[in-house]
């Protein structure tokens, strides 16, 4: 009996937006909370206005949501007018939003002073937060919308745009506190960045194997039958020789990689094999997106 497919919610339907409107509030939240627990009473200044509002609030005592919402408002209308109008949208609920997620959870008590133990708990909450948001094609706005818009009128990598801001960020912070805690910050930084990066793919271990041999039509049924995995032929010629030959790929799971090794062994033990890290993998045999 063939298997039923699942519904898949259109990309623009109502049921949708409000998914993805839930996953922004959500993913505030977290950031919000990581922010009021760790970062913030701690000094770590990981960068975005989050940061700059970590330093203003030490330096002058103004609210952080406020100095948040301060910032946001002038950005996100300078990004409605340069930016995607769609974008910006988003940006701006995110605007809104994430600053008063901060001052509705401003009264937490922090839940530790040990600096190292700060910046990296905060930099996975943050990088937890940033990611749900990200998931649900939303923004936060802040710098996120000043980076866009250097990088559109720069030609400057994305990447490297929201590095110089979230640097600038952190050498203020040198400046401002200790070198000590900048240090710290570039800690939770990099946690954030990672954490994203999960959120965003997983925990996938998946490699992609690449197999040349001259056994390629026994090896393909080995790969199908005996380890119950799809296999793709691929055209490929000998640099040398210039010889049509195929080459197998194929998707393995970390651990059904030494089972692919010794069966190819086995069939063919001159066989060329090349493993390389899938980022992500979808579809029949693995993890929905």
């Known amino acids: 009996m063939a298997r039923k497919r699942r519904t898949a919610i259109q990309m623009n339907s109502p049921q949708r937006k409000v998914l993805e409107y839930g996953m922004l509030v959500l993913g505030s939240l977290v950031l919000a909370t990581s922010f009021n627990l760790f970062l913030n009473p701690n000094q770590i200044a990981s960068g975005g206005v989050s940061g700059l509002s970590t330093i203003l609030h030490n330096l002058f005592g103004f609210s952080p949501a406020v100095v948040q919402w301060a910032m946001n408002i002038p950005l996100f ?120 990066d999960i959120v965003q793919m997983g925990w996938n271990t998946s490699k992609v194997a690449y197999i040349i041999s001259n056994e390629t039509e026994t090896l393909r049924e080995t790969i199908l039958y005996d380890l119950d995995r799809g296999v793709t032929l691929l055209d490929g010629a000998g640099g040398y020789t210039g010889d049509a030959r195929k080459v197998l790929m194929a998707v393995v799971s970390q651990s059904e990689v030494s089972k692919l090794k010794i069966m190819v062994r086995s069939v063919d033990p001159d066989a060329f094999i090349i493993l390389c890290p899938a980022q992500e993998v979808l579809g029949e045999g693995f993890r929905a997106g």
Do not use: W
């Open 77 to 196: 209308l300078l990004g409605f007018k340069l930016l995607d109008r769609q974008y910006s949208m988003k940006a701006a609920v995110g605007s809104i939003i994430l600053p008063l997620c901060v001052m509705l959870t401003s009264h937490l008590q922090p839940f530790t002073t040990n600096l190292l133990l700060a910046s990296i708990y905060g930099g996975i909450g943050v990088g937890l937060g940033i990611g749900i948001v990200f998931r649900g094609r939303g923004s936060t706005g802040g710098f996120s919308i000043a980076s866009q818009i250097l990088h559109k009128y720069s030609g400057i990598s994305l990447g490297a745009c929201v590095a110089v801001f979230d640097g600038l960020v952190i050498l203020f912070a040198g400046i401002v506190f200790d070198p000590e805690k900048a240090l710290y910050a570039l800690i939770a930084l990099f946690v954030t960045s990672k954490t994203i």
